[in-house]
């Protein structure tokens, strides 16, 4: 049976897409799909459908957030923090799963950080 092998591309609106895009690969890494494809480290990715009154993404309007897994969790909110970038974190993000801190890109964006817990 024919099955999905993965996510190939996360695509959304945004008010200026050039800056949005230099601004996710200059803090994340994330290539932008005009310059590059990115290719990402294989692991673990989850799909979850939340429910439509669900407070987790933040303001109710926002109808996706992107989960990026991260390799140095503390590393990443240190350089996130010293580009002037607020970062998040709270304890009851941090579970059996890893550890998550959160972000808002440029337009307001929620964007997850999980550095999954080790093996």
């Given at each position: 049976?024919?099955?999905?092998?993965g996510?190939?591309?996360?695509?959304?609106r945004a008010?200026?897409?050039?800056?949005?895009?230099?601004?996710y690969?200059?803090?994340?890494?994330?290539?932008?799909?005009?310059?590059?494809?990115w290719?990402?480290?294989?692991?673990?990715?989850?799909?979850g459908?939340?429910?439509?009154d669900?407070?987790?993404?933040?303001?109710?309007?926002?109808q996706?957030?992107?989960?990026?897994?991260?390799?140095?969790?503390?590393?990443?909110?240190?350089?996130?923090?010293?580009?002037?970038?607020?970062?998040?974190?709270?304890?009851?993000?941090?579970?059996?799963?890893g550890?998550?801190?959160r972000?808002?890109?440029?337009?307001?964006?929620?964007?997850?950080?999980?550095?999954?817990a080790?093996?």
């Open positions: 049976m024919p099955k999905v092998l996510i190939g591309g996360l695509f959304f008010k200026d897409p050039v800056t949005l895009a230099a601004w690969e200059t803090h994340l890494g994330v290539g932008d799909l005009h310059k590059s494809v290719h990402q480290e294989a692991g673990t990715t989850l799909f459908p939340f429910r439509q669900t407070d987790y993404f933040g303001r109710a309007e926002q996706w957030m992107i989960n990026f897994r991260v390799d140095d969790l503390d590393g990443f909110i240190a350089r996130l923090t010293t580009s002037g970038i607020a970062v998040e974190t709270r304890e009851e993000w941090d579970s059996e799963v550890r998550f801190a972000i808002h890109d440029p337009e307001g964006n929620p964007v997850e950080l999980w550095e999954p080790s093996a």
